[in-house]
């Protein structure tokens, strides 16, 4: 029986295959290195996320007319409720009294009914406290790692995101409130491990003469290979990320 070896020494394919899956390898080798050192988790970070945008709107149906009301007050148009998570999302548990001096809240733009803040975790505590028309006080006893809390924001019209929205801190070891960001290295592992399981067992029948060789058709094979890899990658990636993003 002919074996691997020769079967791909005698059509000439042996220096494609190994360049082919070497380069899918070290492409795939180079992402994860990217998101293990670039995107990983920082050591003190909060994010913000839309969790939920609800409209409320008055109709007239069936000759009836259907009004919007807040605490026991009619509003006129239209009533959103903004829901915002801001989460821990560093290495390191958060205690504000030590962290953070200031965490305001500004709205603007929004003709806001009510603010308040909501948390089912025992420990976090978060408050709020007015400081303006406008500007709010925000604050928390201690934020583990994952932990979150709840700011919805009730204001009058049609609220589709958070551009209304602004977050101004001053702490040690935190500038902004940025949206959450996803380490996509373990969505990597079972591209690499995919890549070693093709690739060592080709490397094993390598003879160093067909190393370079060059064959069109085999050339657009293995590109389309690698092309498949990535997009396997970033797919993984992104599922991973929507799951992660909608965790309570």
Known sequence: ???????????????????????????????????????????????????????????????????????????????????????????????????ISRLSVILEGLDVVDVFVESSIDGVNPSLGQIDSCKYDLKWDLMKRDEYFFISIVAKGEVNDMSGVKFDIRADGISQIKTPEYKVSEAMIPVLIGSALVTVPVTIFWPAKNMFLNIMPMKWFYFGCMVLLVLACWIAALKQRIKWMKEK
Do not use: H, P
């Open 1 to 99: 029986m002919e074996t691997i070896k020769a079967f791909l020494e005698r059509w000439d394919i042996l220096g494609d295959v190994v360049e082919g899956f070497s380069g899918a390898i070290i492409t795939s080798l180079i992402g994860a290195l990217y998101s293990k050192f670039i995107m990983k988790r920082k050591k003190y970070c909060i994010s913000k996320a839309l969790v939920a945008s609800t409209v409320y709107k008055q109709t007239n149906k069936d000759g009836l007319k259907i009004s919007v009301s807040y605490n026991d007050e009619v509003v006129d148009g239209s009533l959103t409720i903004l829901k915002i998570r801001l989460r821990n999302d560093g290495t390191e548990d958060l205690m504000y009294s030590q962290r």
